[in-house]
């Protein structure tokens, strides 16, 4: 069964830093509490990345198939995972608001059993919720949360 997956999270960082932060590809571990370890295999197009989930509950392999710059859209397909799903596709992109600050839109397109579906969904909307908090903790915690605005005179 083909499941399509929507997480969405406007940010008090800038739309310039969370791109810059989701396009490197390696901060898993820092964002998601359900990750313990992330490395990066290779650079741009074609990189892997090789996660570990906390609890020994398995590894992740991800391989980086698109990276566009010029539409802030990162696009990786997972052929690795301890999760019970045939085929898995992840989709990061991230937009200005208009007051500059960031939108972050993360879709999983996968294929399971239809009785997997489910609770494959719930499982993956909790922990890219929690990470999307994470990630933007992580900005804020490193000074690229975005300035106040100033009031209109």
């Known amino acids: 069964m083909l499941t399509k997956l929507t997480i969405t999270k406007k940010m008090g960082v800038s739309a ?11 901060r898993l571990d820092v964002w998601f509490p359900s990750m313990e370890t992330c490395t990066i295999e290779g650079e741009g197009v074609g990189a892997r990345r090789h996660l570990t989930l906390v609890g020994g509950l398995g590894t992740i392999t991800d391989r980086l198939v698109a990276l566009d710059d010029d539409a802030w859209r990162l696009t990786y397909e997972r052929p690795e995972s ?72």
């Open 82 to 153: 301890p999760f019970p799903v045939a085929a898995y596709t992840g989709t990061v992109e991230v937009f200005r608001s208009f007051d500059s600050l960031a939108i972050v839109v993360w879709t999983i397109d996968f294929d399971s059993s239809p009785e997997d579906s489910g609770p494959v969904a719930e499982l993956l909307n909790g922990a890219i919720a929690d990470g999307l908090d994470g990630m933007e903790a992580d900005l804020g915690a490193h000074g690229q949360a975005a300035p106040p605005l100033t009031p209109a005179r």
């Open 16 to 26: 310039e830093s969370a791109w810059d932060a989701v396009r490197r590809f390696d």
